[in-house]
């Protein structure tokens, strides 16, 4: 209770300007068992397969990057109309199931009164809790976009250059702290496909016990996976900044935020104090979610997350 406290004072200080607009206990009386139902249905699913954290970090960074947590990535596509779904970078994004079973019961409780962008935003939340990382305090009150075209996704890769990297957050409002936290925060658990890692396998500066491991794994046939995080593969923490230090970053992008001189001081002092890294991290994914969003009579509130309420 004590570290909820501390953390929805730090989130209230830091996002005046985003708090006017969404609030702390948006639900709490249109539907006072929100949040509990959507943190059961998260639980449920990572009781069964812990790996469903990293999908639902994923799918909240996929989905508020692209302009501001909306819940646009949801969307089907149909023939004809694609949706953003249909972007490559999308294709990595699971966990859809989870965020239908959670809004088909706030549907049967509550009616069209809570968005899918907030149910993925308290979905991520109650994962990251789950796999290690702190419980903070979400502020809801998002509304659903009313448009998913995949050509507005613009998502920065795993080879990404810092500086490239640096503009792409900066566009969106996110600076070079909250950049450094969010990929490595987002990177401490899951996996990546092999085809996508050549460039480190690649390269001689990677640590040599790591590189003979991952040249092994990836001959196997059909694209195998490789955990981004090889410490602390299912966990939240910072785990990944002290692989980092090693030269055992397995994505360039990880690799380099340890390199670079405008970013290697971070992920030091991260790799020194487990509880900065989730408290920053938990920050930083508060501060994403609150950048950009629809509120007030914008947009609407979807009663399927897959499909627009017209139909269309």
């Given at each position: 209770?004590?570290a909820?406290?501390?953390?929805f004072f730090?989130?209230?200080?830091?996002?005046?300007?985003?708090?006017?607009?969404?609030?702390?206990?948006?639900y709490?009386?249109?539907?006072?068992?929100?949040?509990?139902?959507?943190?059961?249905?998260?639980?449920?699913?990572?009781?069964?397969?812990?790996?469903?954290?990293?999908?639902?970090?994923?799918?909240?960074?996929?989905?508020?990057?692209?302009?501001?947590?909306?819940a646009?990535?949801?969307?089907?596509?149909?023939?004809?109309?694609?949706?953003?779904?249909?972007?490559?970078?999308?294709?990595?994004?699971?966990?859809?199931?989870?965020?239908?079973?959670?809004?088909?019961?706030?549907?049967?409780?509550?009616?069209?009164?809570?968005?899918?962008?907030?149910?993925?935003?308290l979905?991520?939340?109650?994962?990251?809790?789950?796999?290690?990382?702190?419980?903070?305090?979400?502020?809801?009150?998002?509304?659903?976009?009313?448009?998913?075209?995949?050509?507005?996704?613009?998502?920065?890769?795993?080879?990404?250059?810092?500086?490239?990297?640096?503009?792409?957050?900066?566009?969106?409002?996110?600076?070079?702290?909250?950049?450094?936290?969010?990929?490595?925060?987002?990177?401490?658990?899951?996996?990546?496909?092999?085809?996508?890692?050549?460039?480190?396998?690649?390269?001689?500066?990677?640590?040599?016990?790591?590189?003979?491991?991952?040249?092994?794994?990836?001959?196997?046939?059909?694209d195998?996976?490789?955990?981004?995080?090889?410490?602390?593969?299912?966990?939240?923490?910072?785990?990944?900044?002290?692989?980092?230090?090693?030269?055992?970053?397995?994505?360039?992008?990880?690799?380099?935020?340890?390199?670079?001189?405008?970013?290697?001081?971070?992920?030091?002092?991260?790799?020194?104090?487990?509880?900065?890294?989730?408290?920053?991290?938990?920050?930083a994914?508060?501060?994403?979610?609150?950048r950009?969003?629809?509120?007030?009579?914008?947009?609407?509130?979807?009663?399927?997350?897959?499909?627009?309420?017209?139909?269309?």
């Amino acid at each position: 209770m004590r570290a909820i406290a501390v953390t929805f004072f730090l989130f209230c200080f830091v996002f005046p300007a985003a708090l006017a607009q969404l609030k702390f206990g948006f639900y709490s009386r249109s539907c006072p068992h929100a949040e509990s139902i959507v943190a059961n249905v998260v639980a449920k699913h990572f009781r069964r397969d812990r790996s469903i954290a990293a999908d639902l970090v994923r799918m909240h960074f996929h989905d508020c990057f692209v302009k501001g947590c909306d819940a646009s990535l949801l969307i089907d596509p149909k023939p004809g109309r694609p949706s953003e779904k249909n972007a490559g970078p999308n294709a990595s994004v699971d966990g859809y199931e989870i965020i239908d079973e959670a809004k088909k019961q706030l549907e049967a409780h509550c009616p069209h009164t809570v968005s899918c962008a907030d149910v993925v935003t308290l979905a991520t939340r109650d994962a990251v809790t789950l796999a290690g990382g702190l419980r903070y305090a979400v502020p809801t009150g998002r509304r659903d976009s009313l448009r998913s075209n995949p050509a507005d996704v613009n998502l920065p890769g795993p080879t990404i250059p810092v500086t490239d990297a640096i503009q792409a957050f900066g566009a969106v409002g996110l600076n070079l702290f909250d950049m450094v936290t969010l990929v490595i925060g987002g990177h401490t658990i899951g996996v990546i496909h092999c085809s996508l890692i050549q460039d480190r396998i690649a390269d001689p500066a990677m640590e040599r016990t790591l590189n003979a491991k991952l040249r092994n794994q990836c001959r196997a046939p059909n694209d195998p996976t490789v955990f981004l995080d090889q410490r602390t593969s299912f966990k939240v923490d910072n785990g990944l900044c002290l692989e980092v230090l090693r030269q055992r970053g397995v994505l360039r992008i990880d690799q380099s935020l340890g390199l670079d001189g405008r970013t290697r001081g971070i992920i030091m002092s991260y790799a020194k104090d487990n509880a900065l890294f989730n408290r920053k991290f938990a920050q930083a994914l508060v501060k994403m979610g609150t950048r950009r969003f629809l509120s007030g009579r914008a947009g609407e509130i979807r009663k399927n997350c897959r499909v627009f309420n017209n139909g269309h």
